[in-house]
């Protein structure tokens, strides 16, 4: 008799514990489709944000044995709209994409060209004499040449 007993305490135990189980896992699924759902809304925020912002130009590093040139592509930026801080052993390189709005009064069905500031920072690969610097800006791409400090020769010293 006292085994009846207890195998009914056990299986009434048995069936809070699963119960309070799928309470449990329906509470963690609920947990899991709502940090999901969160993800996604956060995901898609991020996205409309970074496509409305200019990309960092692209940038070629050439080194010859004298000078180092830069040239980064600046497509619809005006001259004025660009700006090049030099030190001797870094440069940045600012640009304006300024919207202009042609069409009042239109509805845009796509809009995929980002306006704002881009900037690029690069640490150059050799000392610059600042003062040397040139830049020249072509059909959206701009070209910027800066002489090496002292081009420095190497000599092989003799060890006795």
Known sequence: MEKKKLDRKVEKH???????????????????????VMQSDLERKISEYSDAVPEKPTLDVIE???KIILKTDLPGVNKEDIDIQLTEDRI???????????????NYIKKERKYGEALRELRLPALVVVEEATAKFDNGVLTIELPKVEVKQKFNVEIK
């Open 14 to 36: 048995k069936d809070k514990l699963e119960k309070s189980k799928s309470a449990a896992e329906k509470m963690m699924d609920d947990m899991v489709k709502s940090i999901k």
């Open 64 to 66: 010859t044995h004298d």
């Open 92 to 106: 940045t390189i600012s640009a304006k994409f300024e919207e202009k709005i042609e069409i009042e009064e239109a």
